[in-house]
């Protein structure tokens, strides 16, 4: 069983930026890709980046592309989302989420381990 702790989430204006990271624990950390989705008010939850097990293959929604960055130190259990440039339309909850599978998917469900969640407000 793995655990996740997702942390980094906070209030900052348009342009600017944060790192949210993800702390795991139990379970095999390095052998599961893993991933950040995030949900807004009245939206769907969306996909936003995954990173295989290896850390060499990455994914992310067009959206975020060239701003975001997944990154994971599999010495240390951690798996982070650098975002910069950050727009009103990134505000959400964000969740790290483990997958089943090693390489990385968008569908929801083929992650089985989320964390908890943390907030991104983005101002304008």
């Known amino acids: 069983q793995v655990q996740l702790v997702d942390s980094g989430g906070g209030l900052v204006q348009a342009g600017g930026s944060l790192r949210l990271s993800c702390a795991a624990s139990?379970?095999?950390?390095?052998?599961?890709?893993m991933g950040w989705f995030r949900q807004a008010p009245g939206k769907e939850r969306e996909f936003v980046a995954g990173?295989?097990?290896?850390?060499?293959?990455?994914d992310y929604v067009d959206s975020v592309k060239g701003r975001f960055t997944i990154s994971r130190d599999n010495a240390k259990n951690t798996v982070y989302l650098q975002m910069i440039g950050l727009k009103p339309e990134d505000t959400a909850d964000y969740y790290c989420?483990?997958?089943?599978?090693?390489?990385?998917?968008?569908?929801?469900?083929?992650?089985?381990?989320w964390g908890q969640g943390t907030h991104v407000t983005v101002s304008s």
């Open positions: 990173i295989t097990n290896s850390g060499s293959g990455t």
């Open positions: 139990g379970g095999t950390f390095s052998s599961r890709a």
């Open positions: 989420v483990g997958s089943r599978y090693s390489l990385v998917y968008s569908s929801p469900t083929s992650y089985i381990y």
